[in-house]
Structures are given as structure tokens and as C-alpha cells.
């Protein structure tokens, strides 16, 4: 398969464009939906191998420009696949930070990091997935029984960002190693509780590395069976199915039955809803793009606290580029990325959490989801 890349000119363009996404199913990368393509906007699309050559062509007779941003995604799949998955990559000292790694390797390295860190990091059930596999979620805190804010990071919402998974691990594994000696890292702890949760859509991880790797909803089965996948960050009760959604099971964002349809939704939404007072910070950690994303994906109108959500984004991006000069985009969803309805992000701040983020991780389409192992790293260490 190939990657291209597309700046369309004209309406004419952009319609035949989504008259080929919809007719030919192109997995399109950037925007989600055939609608959201727009003249003068970035366009990264996925063209099975089969079709490259009649879409070029087609593209060529339409005289569309494009450029081939990936010429080959299995070999970069390949490549982040790790080479061998045996006992010793399992342990924690031994447990290797810049790999990506299965959901197998990440239970293990759970249950390792509580048994090794157990006066500052708890481990705790949040609930069962479709496939009827646990959901756990970390707790990092000192002094656990004294009253604090809480600060709360998921990853892995969307399956096939497989970066995330590797942020979110990478995170705890910082905090631990360097709460005694880095002062920031220790008043941090001294006035937050931290709730990280590596894999949010462990069915759909799993089924990334054993089936397709681009692979981004849950596993629930609809119509008999007959496709599968709900987006579960289009799941959630924030305006939910009106905007950036598709009601077709088949598609990338399908958004649900209905609001909370989903297992996994319902077990955060529960347990969010239980700590509603004490959250002041949701974090959901995403690729790819390179954003800083505030509230709202679903209308323009900016939340009332919108000047300081984007005052500290601001400052985010900022530390974040003094570290390798990687640029991040900060804005609400809906002006600098696309619309979408029914995320996570929008419905914490909903519910009253002020500072609710999306990270869209590295990189900007030159691998997109396919993010190559040698840059887990550099896209962590300037996130952390």
C-alpha cells in the first residue's frame, strides 16, 4: 500500500476526491471523513496495493498533483514490529522503553512496575472490554490517602497509534526513576495524584498486532457479525452523532449505537464521573500531527475558560519544542483539525474537568501511524 499526499485546488478536485474515497474505500488518514476534504487543506490517503495505479491515473487524467509520502507501508509495519518477542523482553530493568510493545508485554510490565514501585504506584481494575479483557489503569501517588487533585493521561484509545501506548509507559517509567532526584518531578507528586491508563482499547491493540496493524476501533461486532468496530473517541455523550461521525458500521468513525454504547467507554465514564471533583486535568494522548487540541470538536463557540486552556497548551508547546525544535500546533479542534462529535476530550470538559487536552503525538504524515521505533525516544522525551 501506499501513502499519497494532496493538496487539492478546486471544488471540481476536491469532488472527484471524494468520489474515489467512496467509491474505491481509501483508507483516508487526514481528515477522517470524504467530506471534510477541502481545497488548500492537507490530504493523507491510503491507497491499498491493488489500486495505486488506477488512483494515480485517475489522478493524473484529473490533473490532481500528489506526492507519495509513504511508497511502502508494509515495510515500515515491518520495521516497528519488534523482532523478537521472548521472556527477557519482559523484564523491567530489562524492559526496552524505545520498542514498541503487545498488550501481553504491557500487563506484564504492569503488574512488574507495582511490584517494584509499590510505596508510589497501585494498580487498579477500571473494567472489562467487549472481548472480555480487563481494563487496568495505574495510580501514581505519594501518600495515596491524602486528599489531592488528580491528574488523569489515557492512551491507546485509537489502536493503530501505537506511539501512545509507548508514551503512556514511557511516563511512568520517567516519574519513577526521577521523583527523588528531578525537584519538579517530586513537587509534582507531592501536590497531584496521577491516573494512567496505557491501552484504552485493548481489543483493538491486540488485534493491531495479530491481524491489522491499521486497525483503529474496538472489536464490538455489529450486524451479525458482519463488520466490526465502534471509534470509541466518537462514543462518548458530548454532542454525541451530530458532526464528524458516520452511522456505517463499516466505517473508521462509527460512532456507536448510541452514546456509551460501548464497554469501554462506560467503564471510564464511570469511573471518571465517581473522581468528577478531584480531576482537574484529563489528557488524552493520540497520533499523529503534531496538535495540542482544546475543546470543542463539535462547535466553534469556545469554552468559557478557552483563553487559559489555550495560555497553558501554549506553554506546553513551547517547553515542548525547546527540547528538539518540534513544532505543535495549539488550537480547539474544530478550527485547527476537523469537526468531531462524541470524544473524550469534549466530554470532560463537559462534565466540568477545565483542562481537557488531545496530544496528536509525531509525526506529521511522513509515517504517520506508523511511527518507526527510533523515534519513540525523541517523541517522548519532548512530550514528557
Request: aromatic share 12%; net charge negative.
Amino acid at each position: 500500500d501506499q501513502v499519497l499526499h494532496i493538496v487539492p485546488e478546486t471544488l471540481q478536485q476536491v469532488q472527484h476526491l471524494q468520489h474515489l474515497c467512496s467509491t474505491l474505500l481509501l483508507d483516508l488518514w487526514r481528515p477522517l471523513l470524504p467530506e471534510d476534504i477541502w481545497a488548500g487543506e492537507d490530504l493523507h490517503i491510503r491507497i491499498p496495493a491493488p489500486v495505486v495505479q488506477e488512483v494515480k491515473d485517475s489522478l493524473d487524467q484529473h490533473m490532481i498533483s500528489y506526492k507519495v509520502l509513504i511508497p511502502d507501508v508494509q515495510e515500515l509495519v515491518d520495521q516497528s514490529m519488534p523482532r523478537e518477542t521472548s521472556s527477557h523482553r519482559q523484564v523491567p530493568e530489562g524492559y526496552v522503553y524505545t520498542q514498541y510493545h503487545s498488550m501481553e508485554e504491557i500487563y506484564q510490565w504492569m503488574i512488574q512496575i507495582e511490584k517494584n514501585n509499590s510505596e508510589l504506584v497501585t494498580k487498579h481494575y477500571l473494567g472489562k472490554t467487549i472481548e472480555n479483557r480487563t481494563i487496568y489503569y495505574l495510580q501514581i501517588s505519594q501518600s495515596p490517602n491524602k486528599p489531592k487533585k488528580i491528574i488523569w493521561m489515557d492512551c491507546g484509545i485509537h489502536a493503530r497509534e501505537w506511539i501512545s501506548p509507548a508514551f503512556c509507559q514511557w511516563f511512568v517509567k520517567e516519574i519513577l526513576q526521577n521523583y527523588k532526584s528531578d525537584p519538579k518531578i517530586s513537587r509534582f507528586l507531592e501536590n497531584w495524584h496521577i491516573y494512567v491508563l496505557p491501552v484504552f482499547n485493548i481489543d483493538g491493540y491486540v488485534y493491531s498486532w495479530e491481524k491489522d496493524r491499521l486497525w483503529r476501533k474496538n472489536r464490538a461486532p455489529h450486524k451479525n457479525g458482519t463488520c466490526y468496530g465502534t471509534d470509541l473517541n466518537r462514543n462518548f455523550n458530548s454532542s454525541w452523532g451530530s458532526v464528524g461521525v458516520s452511522y456505517n458500521c463499516s466505517s473508521e468513525i462509527f460512532c456507536g449505537s448510541g452514546p456509551e454504547s460501548e464497554p469501554e467507554t462506560r467503564a471510564l465514564v464511570h469511573f471518571i464521573k465517581r473522581r468528577m471533583s478531584d480531576i482537574v486535568c484529563y489528557l488524552t494522548i493520540h497520533s499523529y500531527g503534531q496538535n495540542i487540541l482544546t475543546p470543542y470538536g463539535f462547535t466553534n463557540k469556545p469554552p468559557s475558560n478557552s483563553e487559559e486552556l489555550i495560555h497553558v497548551a501554549e506553554k506546553a508547546a513551547a517547553a515542548l519544542m525547546g527540547k528538539y525544535g518540534t513544532r505543535y500546533e495549539v488550537g480547539s479542534t474544530s478550527l485547527i483539525l476537523y469537526n468531531n462529535s462524541g470524544s473524550s476530550r469534549d466530554w470532560a470538559h463537559m462534565i466540568g474537568i477545565p483542562f481537557s487536552y488531545t496530544f496528536e503525538l509525531r509525526d506529521k504524515g511522513t509515517h504517520g501511524f506508523v511511527l518507526p521505533p527510533e523515534q519513540i525516544q525523541p517523541t517522548c522525551e519532548e512530550t514528557m
